[in-house]
């Protein structure tokens, strides 16, 4: 055997983490639902302290503390738990609808500061292992203010976008 043949052999045997591994388990939905929910950084704009370096687990995904300050209004990242001042009332496939297309159950559209365009490029089995994963989720209570209307000033922190002079302007 070749010395760089039996270096390689060596190495393989000794090292299998480096060989590609099909996973032990399969995943279910709600296992697939928090890898997209922790990937997607749902956590930054929908658990207190995330933007004073705070967080909990225990409050994970349970609303803000800081709205978003926007010509259209200030708006804060809701709960996401399945708590009665989160997402308790809302089925999964609200939960789906309003991630893909951007509408609540009750009409309203999310905020504008809501990435819901990019996940409307979800498939239909990844929006709905969010929403197993939200609706698993251990319930806390936590009502978060708003959203206000433009000439509304907030009582709580806020994040303000600025336009400048000149730039275009977003709808109102």
Known sequence: M???SAIAAT???CCPAIL???TARA???VERGQYLVQFGGCNDCHSPGYFFGKTTPETYLSGSD???QMPQGTFVGP???PDKTGLADWSEAQIVTALQ???RPDGRVLAPIMPWHAFAKLTKEDAAAIAAFLKSMKP????VPGPLGPGEKPTFPVLTLIFPEGAPQPAK
């Open 20 to 22: 590609p591994i099909e």
């Open 140 to 143: 806390v209570e936590h009502k």
């Open 79 to 81: 709960n996401l738990t």
């Open 101 to 103: 297309t951007g509408v």
């Open 2 to 4: 070749h010395k760089k």
């Open 66 to 68: 800081v709205g978003f």
């Open 11 to 13: 190495v393989l045997l």
């Open 27 to 29: 995943e279910t939905p």
